[in-house]
């Protein structure tokens, strides 16, 4: 499923007439000018996210058939219940003109505005790191409603409710099986008193239009942090929960690290051309004349720890012994190809299974890295169910059939049958070819 919140232009927004002059107008009138100011700053900072995604199957009480019924009874049993799925994602993400940009971490420039594009299972969502505040303190929210000072989590807060009609909403939902659509969503924040500094902002949303998803809550607890000679507001936390008419109930939790000013596309120098003739630029044109079809096998290090990993990771595979073409050595042990991990993800329910998709993209000799484009051999099931004797009188039946899983494009798909924390190490090896 896919959330987005594209940005919105950032206008002035008042509290109704009434209150006007009051203690909470004038609070609000500050906080909607601090925000606007960070807003602005926001759009020169790029941040790394690490999502956290799982999936649970709550033991909802009083479970029905509609969505009033399945909300109600998520508030009176909040447990998470029996964990289904789970995965990693590190992304880098700015504030772009009109909506959040996404790259994996790390990548030369920024690929897309659209989250799902990276994310090909799972609930998705966008509009935590800059995009709901342009929304709620821009033009599009209405009906604010002051709740007095309330002591929280936080500390003592003013709280402040807020409505965006469908006619002023830039809320898009999705899932794979449905159109987007815009609906209405509303909600609440609060704010420090003596200095107007948004501390939570609470997005909710129930008026979706298919029989999939009944409620959607994204909370997001700010920080400030400083980046070079300023700061910006930026999400300690944020935390998306989704609801399915199922009875399913998907938490996502993003958190921001090292972030910089975005100065546009990164360089990562693949040539050699304004140096002087060198090992380096031999070992360059050597590795442009690599021939297709030739196959190299390599195994991981640094290894892949699924207790930090992520979808996004880099990794790196080393040759394990020359590859020679016509009694000539084509690929040496001591080169390295480079590639990033495209899926990390862990099935729990039913027979428990971890599926990796791996990318390499580049081959590296003596300090020099040229692109190449490699495609998986032997990939697949790498813990494969043995046959089971089944019924009175033997016999055996072959193991369950698995729901297939995306392939992203180019990468090799491992699957492994296991329930707990995976390792990619010097014992995983796979064999890929030049195309």
Known sequence: ??????????????????TADTPAQVLFNKLRENVRADLQRAARYTCVETVTRRQYRPQLAGKG???????????????????????????????GDKAEMFSWAGARSFETNDLEDLALSGSSGSGEFGSFLAGVFGNSAEQFRYNGELKTDLGILARYEYKVPLAKSHYVYRTRTSKGATIPYGGFFYAVPATAELKRLVVEATEFQNDEVCHVTDTMDYTRIKVGTGDFMVPAVSTMDVLFKVGEVS?????????????GESTIRYDMD???????????????????????RVYVDPPIDTKTAAAGDPITGVVEKDVKEKGKVVVRQTD??????????????????????????SIERDGVELPVAFKP???????????RMVGRRGGFSAPAQRAPVDRPKGAGLFIFSQAGELVLDKKFHSEWEIK
């Not at 959330?3 to 009434?18: D, I, K, Q």
């Not at 509609?66 to 799925?85: D, F, H, Y």
């Not at 090992?279 to 030739?294: C, I, R, S, V, Y």
């Not at 991990?341 to 299974?353: V, Y």
Request: net charge positive; glycine share 4%.
């Open 336 to 361: 390295r190809l480079h590639g990033r991990i495209l899926r990390m993800e862990q099935f729990l329910g039913g027979a428990p299974r971890w599926v990796v998709a791996i990318r390499f993209d």
């Open 65 to 95: 058939t509609n969505c009033a019924t399945m909300v109600a009874s998520r508030q009176a049993n909040p447990s998470t219940g029996e964990l289904l799925w789970r995965d990693r994602l590190r992304l880098d993400v700015a504030v």
């Open 1 to 18: 499923m896919k959330l987005v919140l594209p940005a919105c232009t950032l206008l002035l927004v008042c509290l109704p007439a009434r």
């Open 377 to 387: 051999i032997d990939d697949g099931d790498r813990t494969p169910q043995e046959p």
């Open 274 to 296: 304004d140096e002087p003739a060198s090992a380096a630029n031999a070992a360059k044109a050597e590795l442009q004349k690599l021939p297709a079809k030739t196959h190299v």
């Open 251 to 263: 938490i996502n939790e993003t958190r921001y690290a090292s972030c910089h000013e975005f100065t």
